[in-house]
């Protein structure tokens, strides 16, 4: 990245530092091209901070100082510093422009220009779920030739989502897998396999795009018993009509680390209108705290659930579906025993989910409850007791 001539492409796996690589790279490219600007450009805006961030830290430290020392004879300063842009004491702009810029992939770029432009996932996960998206990462990538000045360069960092994304065009690539790295042992890879689908593995490890060709989630353990349910959590996938089912999850972690569970479906209704039922079933099952995503309906269904008296809280949902199911759902799915009274129509839209399903109710209520198990969105410990008793 540093001494390259040429555009290039670095793609390594998951916690492979390459971002750690990116920013001691930069901080040095500031250091010894003093003349050159950088223009860094990530998916979105708040994501460039956190580079910034990482570049500004390899710059305050003793061994850039004294780099610079040697170099110049002066000590390193930065003389301007935000959340989208750099310069140091070094660096002298007749146009008045930052050392270094840090821009989100939808930010106007028109008019700007630049020795080196470097990308850092302009990929991801909604590269993989949408046309539209891939094709305008690749048409902001085009422009960068633009504002890129002659003899610079372009340096891309990520990771392929999808066999007709950004990567396809992008030049001179250099892919590190889990298997080429040495940071990772076979059973910490084996680990990663087992806790998701082949497709996001070879995506996030192995450098690959590769199609689902079987479901995630084979045929469900139903031998969970009744009294081990009691105490556990709720979830509410709501719908509003249409095509959607309105989907309810309850699960109790066991101190073996395994889960029991339970799981109903309504089809193509209205979440109003199965609350009764949903009462009754939290209820019979002494059921604590019910979750719902509170994007949609802004906490309407939550006021409604404590209208009933359920204790009930919200999350504003951020993760990708298809990535929550097939990560925090996979990997517990082998240790969740169903109570036999679970409805077999909630079993099976789990059963047959694909990253192409029609219907992920069932299959996004119940990865929503295990990533609150794993410590997110935690429920009280008066309302997570409360059990209906």
Not at 107 to 127: A, W
Not at 149 to 165: A, C, E, S
Not at 364 to 377: H, M, P
Request: contains cysteine; negative net charge.
């Amino acid at each position: 990245m540093i001494f390259g001539t040429g555009d290039y492409t670095l793609m390594a796996h998951r916690a492979s530092y390459k971002s750690s690589c990116l920013s001691v790279a930069i901080a040095l490219m500031m250091v010894l091209y003093p003349t050159e600007n950088i223009i860094f450009l990530r998916k979105a805006d708040k994501d460039v901070a956190e580079m910034l961030r990482m570049v500004a830290q390899a710059l305050e430290s003793q061994i850039l100082k004294d780099i610079v020392s040697i170099l110049y004879g002066r000590d390193l300063v930065i003389i301007e510093r935000s959340q989208d842009h750099l310069s140091t004491n070094l660096w002298t702009s007749p146009m008045g422009a930052p050392q270094l810029l840090g821009l989100g992939l939808r930010s106007s770029i028109t008019g700007k220009h630049c020795t080196k432009v470097i990308t850092d996932d302009i990929c991801n996960t909604e590269d993989r779920k949408s046309r539209a998206e891939r094709e305008n990462t690749k048409q902001v990538y085009y422009e960068l030739h633009n504002i890129c000045n002659r003899g610079g360069r372009i340096i891309n960092l990520g990771t392929k989502w999808h066999k007709d994304d950004v990567f396809t065009i992008m030049p001179n690539q250099h892919i590190y897998t889990c298997y080429d790295t040495g940071l990772m042992t076979e059973a910490e890879i084996q680990q990663k396999r087992d806790e998701m689908s082949p497709s996001l593995f070879a995506a996030n490890y192995e450098l690959k795009y590769v199609a689902d060709g079987n479901v995630l989630f084979p045929s469900a353990l139903l031998d969970g018993k009744e009294a081990n349910i009691y105490n556990g959590y709720g979830h509410i996938d709501a719908a509003y009509g249409g095509g959607d089912s309105v989907a309810f999850t309850i699960m109790k972690r066991n101190t073996d680390g395994s889960y029991t569970a339970y799981g109903k479906i309504w089809p193509e209704a209205h979440v109003e209108n199965c609350l009764t039922e949903i009462y009754n079933l939290w209820e019979g099952y002494r059921c604590g705290t019910v979750f719902s995503e509170r994007n949609a309906d802004k906490g309407y269904l939550a006021k409604s659930l404590q209208g009933l008296e359920v204790p009930a809280q919200t999350y504003h949902e951020q993760q990708n579906k298809y990535v929550k199911i097939s990560t925090h759902l996979k990997k517990a799915w082998k240790k969740i025993h169903w109570i036999p009274e679970t409805d077999p129509e909630y079993l099976v839209q789990i059963t047959d989910y694909t990253e192409q399903a029609a219907h992920d109710d069932a299959p996004d209520s119940a990865a929503s409850l295990v990533r609150i198990f794993e410590g997110k969105n935690p429920a009280t410990t008066a309302d997570y007791l409360r059990g209906g008793l």
